[in-house]
């Protein structure tokens, strides 16, 4: 009793588990194409990064746009974080349209990611300092390699990170 999410046109996408629960993630590609188009394919690439955004239920998380990165942002190689007020504005606008904040997205020069020590403090400050309906976030790290290898997602809570296992779904549509 496998749901999809129903992007509309797009017919491929990421799809992820989790070890322990039966909720399912999945990606649509134009969030795919929004991410890894600001990958850091050269050495001088800077991070980039911003937030997600989508649907969600009991059954399924539905990530069907990314936006950022944005004017104002702290950008460096080894480092990224949104210009507040820029994301606030996006998670707005995104809300208005009845979409969810579902989480945050950011690039690492490295080909398959890994999250750092960083990145957990910074979700877990995220978390503990904003009025969420959920308790916990998803962190995408979008790598060099193309496609899922590249790709690194955790749900994030105040008590754990979990990792998302990924695969390329193709869906009959
Ligand atoms: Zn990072």
Not at 21 to 42: D, G, K, M, W
Not at 81 to 100: F, M, V, W, Y
Not at 121 to 140: H, T, Y
Not at 148 to 167: D, F, H, P, Q, Y
Request: glycine share 8%; net charge neutral.
């Amino acid at each position: 009793m496998a749901m999809i999410c129903s992007f509309g046109k797009s017919m491929y996408s990421i799809v992820g588990h989790l070890t322990d629960t039966s909720q399912a993630l999945s990606i649509a590609i134009p969030a795919l194409q929004h991410v890894s188009q600001h990958r850091q394919l050269t050495p001088w690439a800077t991070e980039a990064g911003g937030q997600l955004f989508g649907t969600l239920n009991a059954a399924q998380i539905c990530v069907t746009e990314a936006t950022g990165p944005y004017a104002g942002d702290g950008r460096s190689k080894y480092r990224y974080r949104s210009n507040p007020a820029a994301a606030q504005r996006a998670i707005e606008d995104r809300h208005k349209r009845g979409l969810l904040y579902l989480g945050e997205w950011h690039t690492h020069a490295e080909d398959e990611p890994s999250a750092s020590g960083l990145d957990d403090a910074a979700m877990r400050r995220l978390i503990a300092s904003s009025q969420l309906n959920s308790n916990a976030l998803l962190m995408m790290i979008v790598g060099r390699a193309p496609s899922a290898t590249g790709l690194a997602v955790w749900s994030v809570s105040s008590e754990a990170a979990r990792r998302w296992i990924l695969s390329t779904n193709l869906e009959e549509t």
